[in-house]
Each structure stands twice: as structure tokens, then as C-alpha cells.
């Protein structure tokens, strides 16, 4: 029976030290930011829009660069202007802003579309949206 409950205490600790982990990489991205999320899918919703999905990410120095490629850029829908990519690379080296990627997916009419907002997060709370088409078929 002590074996049983030793192998059930391991596998509970496992099992808490796994949620730990999870809640504190979800705990890495603000709430404001899952509420922003959230409110711009609400807006396409109410703009008849089907199948809303949005994923939320921190963006990292590589994902940025290779996201702001020039020919990468090129590639989407409505790519981003050059004055938008350097105030993106100055959020991501001041030390009192965090770079976060909103990807938002969603049908329409037969269609189907994808917007990218990279939100510039401050440590005073004070955050600001640049957005793009990705792609819209």
C-alpha cells in the first residue's frame, strides 16, 4: 500500500510542478493584452464575421527579423511600411517595452482573411497597436 501511495504522491507533485509551469507561461503575457485579443475578435463578430480565432505570442528578436524580412514583407497582402518595422525594432530594444503578436484568422462570404497586430507593451500598462494584412483570399 506505501508503494501505491508514493508512486500517487510522485505523480501528483509531476502533475503540480506541470501546472506551475503552464500558469506561469501563461502568466508571461498581461491580461490587457488577452483582453485586447478578445475585444478584436468581438468587432469582427459583430461584423458577421465566422470563425474568429486569435493567437497571442512574445515575439522574439529572430521572429522578428525574419518576420520583417524585406522579402517576406513583400509577401504579404498589405506589408508593413518602413516606418512601422523600425518602431517595432525600437520597442523590442527599450528596455521598458515587450513586443507581443496578436495573429487574428476569420472567414467572411466565402472568403477568408488574416490580420497581424503586434502590440508595443509598456511596464506603465500604456500599449499601442500596429497592424497589417496578412493575407485575404
Known amino acids: ?15 503540480l510542478i506541470g501546472a506551475g509551469n503552464l500558469c506561469a507561461a501563461e502568466q508571461e503575457i498581461p491580461k490587457k493584452i488577452h483582453d485586447t485579443a478578445k475585444e ?3 468587432k469582427h463578430w459583430v461584423r458577421s464575421y465566422e470563425n474568429v480565432v486569435t493567437t497571442l505570442s512574445k515575439v522574439s528578436l529572430d521572429e522578428l527579423k525574419e518576420y520583417t524580412k524585406a522579402v517576406n514583407n513583400q509577401d504579404y497582402e498589405e506589408p508593413l511600411a518602413e516606418d512601422q518595422i523600425k518602431e517595432l525594432f525600437v520597442c523590442y530594444h527599450t528596455k521598458s517595452c515587450t513586443l507581443y503578436l496578436i495573429s487574428l484568422s476569420a472567414d467572411y462570404m ?12 509598456y511596464d506603465s500598462g500604456k500599449m499601442w497597436l500596429i497592424s497589417h494584412l496578412v493575407y485575404s483570399e
Not at 466565402?110 to 507593451?121: A, E, I, S
Open 110 to 121: 466565402g472568403g477568408t482573411g488574416g490580420k497581424n497586430y503586434f502590440v508595443k507593451y
Open 1 to 15: 500500500m506505501k508503494p501505491t501511495l508514493s508512486i500517487l504522491a510522485i505523480l501528483l507533485a509531476w502533475s
Open 40 to 42: 478584436l475578435r468581438r
